[in-house]
């Protein structure tokens, strides 16, 4: 189409200054300057057709998230053949997950992360509030039309978002340098926490040090020894290489994570129709793509097993339980004083398997 353009503004711009001949300058210094000028006013043109759209999120470029916003940044310009474009900031460049409820009614029209909403807050702790809690079915929930999503979805239309989609969930798991089989292995363990507070607290509860660090500074925390131990998603635990500086991959299955995809709400209903079947079919095609890139993560272990020397510790569910029920009734206090009771019964109710 570019092409088509150039060609055109060429051939008038050529016909202009040899029909017009009153010039000073020679035919040939003109006729190129006029075809580069067409062509600029062209290209300006076309650029004013263009919708730019802005999509941030938290994690490092190449995580599985960026990932996420790159196949979805390609969707979205295959589909609308280049006439809508998103430009993609890692790394929290437009602000931290703090500032996305306000980012996002403002100059930002898509975030992805655990965002603003409570929902998904509670749904992180499940493994906790429930005695018995099947990630599959959990997953269920999560889809579109389905229990959770419908809680989640209102929510973030009462603070102006649009859910375009949530992506797969997986569990939390620890890692260390020390061999934990149990629950009372904990206590030997400096395990690195996201910020004092809840989990600084839980982790205490086993006799574990913590300390504070961004996941930015994990890694040179782990190699310098100021710690031994952190817990993360298998995602984000090899796009960020922690398997460098730990020896255990435990599954303690302690926290259910899903990345949230969404969307400024008053800037999806001011686009035509098509634009908005075009979005949300991008978001589609790109959950779908995310769960063969997370098969490929998982598949991995056996990898990292063999060239760096990682063991997979497998916490049975009677293990698992003993730690879930030490943290029960403080994450059930924290949550109900946080979002109610009601809210928080209905969530699990909803993810019980019947």
Not at 1 to 10: D, G
Not at 36 to 63: P, R, W
Not at 72 to 100: A, C, R
Not at 316 to 343: A, F, H, I, N, T
């Amino acid at each position: 189409m570019m092409k088509k353009h150039w060609c055109k503004a060429a051939v008038l711009a050529i016909s202009a200054v040899l029909l017009t001949g009153c010039r000073s300058a020679s035919v040939g210094e003109n006729i190129f300057a006029e075809a580069e000028k067409n062509h600029m006013v062209q290209e300006e043109a076309e650029n004013e057709n263009v919708i730019y759209m802005t999509l941030t999120h938290s994690d490092t470029e190449g995580s599985l998230v960026d990932q996420a916003a790159r196949l979805f940044q390609n969707q979205v310009e295959s589909l609308s053949d280049g006439e809508m474009k998103v430009e993609i900031y890692p790394n929290d460049t437009l602000g931290t997950l703090e500032d996305s409820q306000q980012n996002l009614n403002d100059a930002i029209q898509f975030r992805i992360g655990s965002g603003p909403c409570t929902t998904m807050r509670i749904v992180s702790w499940l493994p906790v509030l429930m005695k018995d809690c099947d990630l599959t079915y959990v997953e269920s929930q999560l889809d579109y039309g389905e229990g959770v999503w419908n809680i989640l979805n209102e929510e973030a239309q009462q603070m102006g978002f649009r859910i375009l989609d949530i992506f797969p969930a997986t569990y939390r798991i620890l890692t260390s340098n020390q061999k934990v089989k149990s629950a009372e292995d904990l206590a030997k363990l400096k395990i690195r926490v996201i910020s004092p507070g809840l989990e600084s607290e839980l982790w205490g509860m086993t006799g574990a040090e913590t300390q504070a660090f961004s996941i930015d500074q994990v890694y040179l925390a782990l190699q310098q020894g100021i710690v031994d131990s952190e817990e993360n998603t298998i995602a984000i635990i090899q796009s960020h290489r922690l398997y460098e500086q730990q020896k255990y991959f435990i599954r303690t299955n302690h926290k259910i994570y899903a990345d949230v995809f969404y969307m400024n709400g008053q800037f999806y209903e001011n686009l035509l129709p098509e634009q908005q079947e075009l979005i949300d079919q991008a978001a589609e095609n790109t959950r779908n793509a995310l769960y063969i890139l997370e098969e490929t993560y998982l598949g991995r272990m056996d990898e990292l097993q063999n060239q760096y020397g990682v063991e997979v510790i497998s916490w049975s569910k009677e293990e698992q339980q003993k730690l879930m029920e030490l943290w029960r009734e403080p994450v059930q206090d924290l949550l109900k004083e946080k979002y109610g009771q009601d809210k928080v019964d209905e969530i699990v109710q909803i993810c019980t398997k019947k």
